[in-house]
């Protein structure tokens, strides 16, 4: 089982910043999730929403900022938003990344980092896993490569949708399949030993995200989850 720091170790340090991922690293992860987004001027930046608002003490939409407008901002405790690049070079091998694609686009930019860290750095496509919410952006990773394995995140938005198109409480297994998938990211909202169990019979992984308390990450460990991503990943 994968123990996963959500956003580096974002119940420590601020989500998404170099020492946030510093932090998950110095509790021994195996894995480090994080939000890719590709901003102005098309670097690939680690940041959640949409907006820089939540995170930063600035306004304003990622799309419509170039990373030297970025770097200005203060993420929390004085850091930076960082690049995709700054975030391997930190980590360097010393546990899996996955990385989440946020937004259109982002499966191109994110695929030529990551060629590039495998040619000429010698990473390993083992060391990658990619994840998304957004179908089209996973069927685009993957024409781009075959070699990294890719995860359908599943949230309440999804699960809505997906209900009334399947009329069915496991259309996210459907959906997975058809954007060739071979994990599932379920929401703590719907991990449950049905879910998992249905999702892990059709074959695939199945990680739970953002599993905090004690007695869910032991209660999901019982229910044979192959990964818990955590903003404390040391309590896993």
Request: hydrophobic share 40%; proline share 2%; aromatic share 6%.
């Amino acid at each position: 089982m994968l123990r996963i720091g959500h956003r580096g170790a974002a119940g420590y340090e601020p989500e998404n910043t170099l020492l946030s991922i510093q932090k998950a690293l110095d509790l021994d992860v195996e894995a480090i999730e994080l939000d890719a987004h590709v901003c102005k001027s098309g670097e690939i930046v680690l940041i959640h929403d949409v907006k820089v608002d939540r995170t930063t003490e600035g306004t304003g939409l990622i799309v419509k900022k170039n990373l030297t407008e970025l770097k200005k901002l203060n993420a929390g405790k004085g850091e930076k938003i960082p690049t995709l690049e700054e975030a391997l070079d930190l980590i360097n091998r010393k546990s899996k990344i996955i990385i989440e694609l946020k937004g259109k686009g982002t499966a191109n930019s994110v695929y030529k980092i990551i060629n590039k860290y495998i040619s000429e750095k010698d990473w390993d496509w083992n060391d990658f896993l990619i994840s998304s919410s957004l179908i089209q952006e996973l069927r685009d990773f993957k024409k781009l490569t075959s070699q990294i394995e890719t995860g359908l995140i599943v949230n309440k938005k999804l699960i809505g949708i997906l209900g009334i198109i399947f009329k069915t409480p496991f259309g996210f297994i459907e959906m997975a399949e058809s954007a060739n998938a071979k994990s599932i990211y379920l929401s703590k909202y719907f991990c449950n030993k049905k879910s998992i169990s249905e999702a892990k019979n059709r074959g695939f992984a199945v990680l739970a995200w953002t599993i905090n308390s004690p007695r869910e990450i032991e209660k999901l460990k019982s229910c044979s989850i192959d990964g818990i991503i955590s903003d404390y990943p040391d309590r896993i």
